[in-house]
């Protein structure tokens, strides 16, 4: 085919002119949309909160309590309860999918400035979060929760273990996250299972399980009321390397079971430390100073959570008690370095 040129080009339109513009003519006698366009409206400015408003908000603090049926989410109302200042100070307990959990919501959920974790749950965190002991820091170490490690009679060591049916509670509990971590730093392999503690104690009875396990404050409601036939016990295990991190020296006695230890016996254990932790806001923020008004708030009235009426566990809260793994917040570091102060000055 012969390739066009300019000039062929030029005659080609002209040719066409006539029947492009009835097309032209034809397209603007469609009918047309006659619908009016719609005006966009001037968007109206957001309303202005309320002073009140804002001088609540400036001063409330949510505090990751836990599973509706834990202590911890019971720890945190009446935490909630005693430092209540009006306008000036008002935490908010909120229920979490579990302490484990907690710290989850500390990181990541907005409006969370403090809450209630088991110390250990920060090594999941620590390929996640590198600078994780960085970025929480603790207020106060609440209570231990021992290991109980409930087995039936013919259980006779840890060893015996190996490939039985242990449970660890349902998930979102302690004994669900902290029970299976230590048990892999033992290096024991066994069936896992979580069903709630008191199906599992049935089966045990009936010999479909072989042990449970329990992370919590001593004693255990199960273990003192409940009957048990001769030879079920707990099973020792003592401190050692693996556990210096994240875990304490315990032991369970006969004052805490008189119908399963001995007079004068005591069954070695370890114990995870339950802590209040807070987020490590900057310095002079709001959020930090939030945090700092909580903190002299909450030790400053520590009296009243000792008293009748509240959880025992707060009569043995020692304030200036660590926590394994974590740097204690630079406010309450500050209000205890007031106290000793004021106390030597006063001597």
């Given at each position: 085919m012969r390739k066009l040129t300019g000039l062929h080009r030029l005659l080609l339109l002209a040719a066409f002119a006539p029947f492009l513009l009835a097309l032209h003519s034809w397209a603007d006698a469609r009918p047309q949309n006659?619908?009016?366009?719609?005006?966009?409206?001037?968007?109206?400015?957001?309303?202005?909160?309320?002073?009140?408003?804002?001088?609540?908000?400036?001063?409330?603090?949510?505090?990751?309590?836990?599973?509706?049926?834990?202590?911890?989410?019971?720890?945190?109302?009446?935490?909630?309860?005693?430092?209540?200042?009006?306008?000036?100070?008002?935490?908010?307990?909120?229920?979490?999918?579990?302490?484990?959990?907690?710290?989850?919501?500390?990181?990541?959920?907005?409006?969370?400035?403090?809450?209630?974790?088991?110390?250990?749950?920060?090594?999941?965190?620590?390929?996640?979060?590198?600078?994780?002991?960085?970025?929480?820091?603790?207020?106060?170490?609440?209570?231990?929760?021992?290991?109980?490690?409930?087995?039936?009679?013919?259980?006779?060591?840890?060893?015996?273990?190996?490939?039985?049916?242990?449970?660890?509670?349902?998930?979102?509990?302690?004994?669900?996250?902290?029970?299976?971590?230590?048990?892999?730093?033992?290096?024991?392999?066994v069936e896992k299972t979580f069903i709630p503690h008191q199906v599992a104690l049935e089966q045990m009875r009936k010999g479909d399980m072989a042990a449970v396990v329990f992370i919590t404050s001593k004693p255990v409601d199960a273990f003192v009321r409940g009957r048990w036939e001769p030879g079920f016990k707990f099973l020792s295990l003592p401190y050692d390397g693996r556990f210096e991190d994240y875990y304490l020296p315990a032991a369970l006695g006969d004052a805490d079971y008189p119908n399963l230890i001995k007079p004068g016996e005591r069954v070695s254990t370890i114990a995870v430390s339950t802590a209040l932790v807070a987020f490590n806001w900057p310095a002079k923020s709001n959020r930090a100073e939030r945090v700092s008004r909580f903190i002299d708030h909450l030790f400053s009235r520590i009296d009243k959570l000792q008293a009748p009426g509240f959880d025992s566990k707060w009569k043995s809260i020692n304030l200036a008690a660590t926590v394994p793994g974590l740097a204690r917040v630079p406010a309450a570091q500050a209000w205890l370095d007031r106290q000793h102060r004021a106390t030597q000055a006063s001597q």
């Open positions: 006659n619908r009016p366009h719609k005006v966009r409206q001037a968007q109206p400015e957001a309303p202005q909160p309320r002073p009140e408003a804002v001088l609540m908000n400036a001063w409330t603090i949510g505090l990751a309590g836990g599973l509706l049926e834990g202590a911890p989410i019971r720890l945190a109302a009446e935490i909630a309860r005693v430092v209540d200042d009006g306008d000036n100070l008002h935490v908010l307990p909120v229920v979490t999918r579990g302490a484990t959990e907690n710290l989850n919501s500390l990181l990541y959920l907005r409006g969370i400035d403090a809450a209630i974790i088991n110390s250990d749950a920060l090594e999941e965190y620590k390929s996640q979060v590198p600078d994780i002991q960085r970025r929480i820091a603790y207020v106060l170490n609440l209570f231990p929760s021992e290991l109980h490690i409930f087995v039936r009679p013919e259980i006779q060591s840890l060893n015996d273990l190996a490939g039985k049916k242990v449970n660890f509670n349902t998930q979102g509990t302690a004994a669900a996250y902290s029970g299976p971590l230590i048990f892999s730093r033992l290096n024991l392999d």
